[in-house]
């Protein structure tokens, strides 16, 4: 394709893979005039030498790296949700229409796009992802535990915190009761099980640091129920939130405005499955940790309204102030 075309282009889709991206470029009247599989290496210098146009890609890994790069060479990046692009392909699926489906969406008026995420964001988010995985792997031993123990007959009041205590003791027991290798067994699992609670420590103390240090995290930890892990949870999955209305981050924390709608149908919009479900779940269950704690601070009857008007924390997510907050307890 032809050096000038490159100056009639208005909107261009990316489609990213790991070391291929296939590019579709409109001009004004929605024509391809551009439609071409570039490597990786040859993304930025092209685009370098394009003027500055609109470019549309899927909101997925190494989206929001090469956003904030084409925002620096002048070009208004914008990223959607995958499930929005959807409706716009055509035929059969390849990499070039998934292309031309994404130019095609991110022209819509009435789209909703991702905010880029910063640096330090990603970085955020990938302490909370391997935290939330270690702790994944700690339930898994203490069950492996405890299913061991039940084999044998032995039972401990659920709780990890008593299992720890009983353990000692449980490992003292007769041959009778547990055999040496199974004594064996459940010690190798108990040494795994203070190596990853010694590197979970690790990575929630520096998240909490991070957290005391961040304006938008100290406004969300002034809400009942949210402390810093929850807090900066939310903060690295949405920043300050300006990607969203009120109504729409209610529905990303799966937190409905209205307890039904006509039909007995719930409320909760489709908003609630996109973006990042880990801190979508950390900040209901603080909120729902709270609840009973805000209701015996409030009239009854004003109990259930008062948790959906202060579910979202919207005001503290945007700087904003926000009547009767009262400090309390977190996570």
């Given at each position: ?8 282009i208005?909107v ?49 890994v ?43 969406a ?40 405890r ?14 915190r ?29 040494g ?5 609670d ?16 961040d ?6 930890m ?34 409905p ?36 704690q ?38």
């Open positions: 394709m032809s050096q000038q075309l490159s100056t009639t208005a261009i889709g990316v489609d990213i893979g790991k070391n291929s991206f296939h590019v579709v470029g409109l001009d004004q009247r929605g024509a391809i005039v551009l439609r071409q599989k570039w490597s990786r290496g040859q993304v930025e210098p092209r685009f370098a030498n394009m003027p500055p146009c609109l470019i549309g890609m899927e909101a997925c190494g989206a929001h790296h090469l956003s904030r790069k084409l925002k620096g060479l002048g070009h208004d990046a914008r990223l959607m949700p995958a499930k929005y692009v959807r409706p716009y392909s055509k035929g059969q699926k390849n990499d070039f229409r998934d292309a031309e489906a994404i130019a095609e991110v022209q819509r008026p009435t789209m909703k796009f991702v905010a880029t995420k910063t640096a330090d964001q990603l970085d955020l988010q990938a302490l909370h992802r391997v935290r939330e995985r270690l702790v994944s792997q700690r339930t898994g031993i203490i069950n492996q535990i299913a061991f123990l039940l084999e044998r007959g032995v039972a401990v009041r659920q709780g990890q008593f299992l720890r205590l009983e353990l000692p003791r449980i490992l003292a027991a007769p041959p009778d009761v547990l055999s040496p290798r199974m004594v064996r067994v459940i010690e190798d699992l108990a795994d099980w203070r190596r990853l010694e590197r979970i420590e690790g990575l929630s103390g520096e998240i909490e640091a991070i957290a005391r240090q304006a938008g995290c100290e406004r969300l002034s809400v009942p129920g949210i402390g810093p892990i929850i807090s900066s949870a939310m903060v690295a999955a949405i920043g300050a939130g300006d990607a969203f209305a009120k109504e729409d981050i209610e529905a990303w924390q799966s937190l405005a209205c307890p039904v709608r006509p039909g007995g149908m719930g409320c909760i919009d489709q908003a609630q499955e996109l973006g990042a479900p880990r801190a979508q779940a950390m900040a209901r269950g603080g909120q729902e940790a709270a609840a009973p805000r209701a015996r601070h409030r009239p009854r009857q004003q109990a259930g309204a008062h948790r959906l008007e202060r579910s979202c924390a919207w005001p503290e997510l945007r700087g904003e102030e926000s009547p009767g907050s009262r400090p309390m307890s977190s996570r």
